[in-house]
């Protein structure tokens, strides 16, 4: 930009030369014009009067107009009246001709215009046309005027085309001069401006710890800083023969073609940031990170290469990566492990719960087991006591029911008149003995044999007997029905057991209600099955409890009224009997325990 605008000053300079020199050569040409015409009154009319004053008409209209004219054309027009004035004026006068001093004017106005050889050109012809003519003057052909014709006015014409000439060298020198003391004090300006930019450019250029390259669009390496030269271990001068391919450590997807299509992408617009994997001077590959860029540097594109050396980093994540592998194929390998360890800790913890469970039953099992022999000695020993009991109160009866017979044989034989009057006495000790006779009964078929459960077993009877036991219960506050079923059947089992169950079950029924209740025993066959129902209107029992009453030692009772034992032993009863117990109860609405066993 600089030069062209050296070039444009220059041309200026060239334009104003010519100006001037037309407007000094236009004036002094017409002076020196008006003082030829002196002559006309000696002379006559003379062919250069007309033609001098045409030229000089010619360089008064390029002199007005020469704003619009281009330097070429002003030059040729004002070398062309030269050749005329210099012609016509040697002509006539020969080597006296005051004009041919202006043949120093045809290059001078030449090399403004033209080229150097264009220019040389010219003067020759011009020096061959001064010869030419000098020759016809000697050879006779031409006549050249006497020195007496020769006047003051000559004279003063030569000295005015020498002023001319004089005036116009030094327009150039000064106008040169001038010019050339500014272009070079501009010059000097613009140098200490780029010289200062180049110092600051530089600076900033190598002060960088990142390598930079600069490129053409070809991919030439035009210039690097001084952290290239460190990271890649290379001089200065070596960098006018370094290429990409050099620099690449050259392996798959790391080679010369393959930068050479990250450096298209980047002179296309599209900036590039990538890993690269680069060579040193000494053949050692490091790793980079490359960004790319086309940029504008003093008027020229330009590929701006900015490097930074990432191996460490680099090299730490391939490790890492390495590592992270070698972890995740331990972590499989461990889970792997592991599963095939859980799926050995499952199976044995299946087997471990399986035995927990087994173990459980067993222990429930020796827990009921245990129970039960309690519950049997226990029950054995009472029914021990009870069988004394029972011996004891049957030898009192035996005595009082002796004693009543006595009693009616003797008023039968001493006091006929006075039986009608004891009778009712008789009776009511006869109904007392019965009753006596009957508990003594039932606590004989409740101490009976405890494990034979093959023994036909009347289960009304059963029924009654366990109501005369529980009598002093319920006498007051519960009314008994009875629904008894009309079939026959035949059932086996352990009379003393069931007895137990029945028991316990009325007793249940009874605790339940607080005041007045009913408690409905009904039995009826169905499907070669004896059904048994106890069903009273006392509190009823809630679901959740429902779930618990056959577990051992579980009772909704005040402490000291029950061991909770008793729905436990009387649901192993029935189980060994092959039966089964069901209960159904609503809060507030009732109980029914209903027993299922088989029959016939």
Not at 90 to 113: C, E, T, W
Not at 200 to 210: G, H, K, L, P, V
Request: aromatic share 8%; net charge neutral.
């Amino acid at each position: 930009m600089q030069i062209r605008k050296t070039y444009k000053q220059i041309e200026e300079v060239k334009n104003r030369i010519i100006d001037l020199s037309l407007i000094f050569a236009t004036i002094i040409g017409f002076t020196a014009y008006f003082l030829s015409l002196t002559r006309y009154s000696k002379t006559g009319f003379e062919l250069s009067f007309v033609t001098d004053f045409i030229v000089l008409c010619i360089l008064l209209a390029i002199t007005i107009f020469r704003k619009r004219l281009s330097l070429k054309l002003k030059a040729y027009i004002t070398i062309g009246a030269i050749y005329v004035l210099i012609l016509v004026d040697m002509i006539h006068l020969g080597v006296l001709s005051a004009d041919k001093v202006l043949i120093i004017l045809i290059p001078f106005f030449s090399v403004l215009a033209f080229s150097l050889k264009k220019t040389i050109g010219i003067f020759v012809l011009t020096i061959i046309g001064f010869f030419t003519i000098s020759y016809f003057h000697l050879t006779g052909y031409l006549s050249i005027p006497t020195q007496d014709d020769i006047k003051l006015s000559a004279w003063i014409i030569n000295i005015l085309l020498i002023i001319i000439v004089a005036i116009v060298v030094l327009i150039v020198q000064n106008k040169f001069n001038f010019t050339y003391i500014k272009l070079l004090s501009d010059l000097e300006k613009t140098n200490q401006t780029i010289s200062e930019k180049e110092r600051n450019y530089r600076e900033i250029f190598n002060s960088s710890t990142d390598a930079i390259f600069i490129h053409d669009l070809t991919g030439k390496i035009l210039d690097v800083n001084d952290s290239m030269l460190k990271m890649y271990g290379y001089d200065r001068v070596d960098v006018p023969n370094i290429n990409i391919a050099e620099l690449s450590s050259g392996k798959e997807t790391y080679t010369a073609y393959d930068a050479g299509e990250y450096v298209k992408k980047a002179i296309q617009g599209t900036p590039q940031v990538f890993d690269w994997q680069a060579k040193k001077k000494n053949g050692e590959y490091f790793w980079i990170e490359v960004a790319l860029k086309k940029t504008n540097i003093a008027g020229n594109d330009r590929v701006l290469a900015v490097i930074r050396d990432i191996n460490e980093k680099k090299e730490d994540e391939i490790q890492l990566g390495m590592y992270r592998n070698h972890l995740k194929e331990l972590v499989a390998k461990k889970t792997k492990e592991l599963e095939q360890a859980n799926e050995e800790l499952h199976a044995t913890n299946d087997n471990l719960a399986h035995q927990k469970e087994e173990l459980v039953t067993a222990v429930e099992e020796l827990q009921t087991i245990q129970e039960q022999l309690i519950q049997s000695e226990k029950m054995a020993s009472l029914g021990v006591l009870a069988a004394g009991v029972a011996h004891e109160i049957n030898n009192p009866l035996n005595f009082i029911q002796g004693g009543v017979v006595g009693i009616e044989n003797y008023f039968d034989e001493e006091l006929q008149s006075h039986k009608e009057n004891i009778k009712p006495l008789i009776h009511a000790i006869n109904v007392g003995v019965e009753r006596a006779s009957g508990i003594v009964t039932s606590l004989n078929q409740y101490s009976g044999a405890r494990n034979s459960k093959n023994k036909e077993c009347d289960i009304h009877k059963i029924i009654d007997n366990s109501l005369l036991m529980l009598h002093n219960k319920i006498k007051n506050k519960t009314e008994i029905t009875k629904e008894y079923t009309n079939t026959k059947f035949k059932l086996l089992g352990n009379e003393g057991q069931l007895h137990q169950v029945i028991v316990n079950l009325l007793l249940n029924a009874a605790q339940a209600i607080n005041q007045k209740g009913i408690i409905n025993i009904r039995t009826e066959i169905n499907n070669n099955n004896l059904e048994l129902s106890v069903k009273d209107t006392g509190n009823g029992i809630s679901k959740e409890n429902l779930l618990k009453i056959f577990d051992p030692f579980f009772t909704t009772k005040e402490a000291g009224e029950g061991t909770g034992l008793g729905m436990s032993i009387s649901l192993k009863i029935i189980e060994d009997h092959n039966g089964k117990i069901e209960y159904k109860s609503e809060i507030n609405k009732g109980t029914e325990a209903i027993v299922t066993l088989p029959i016939n």
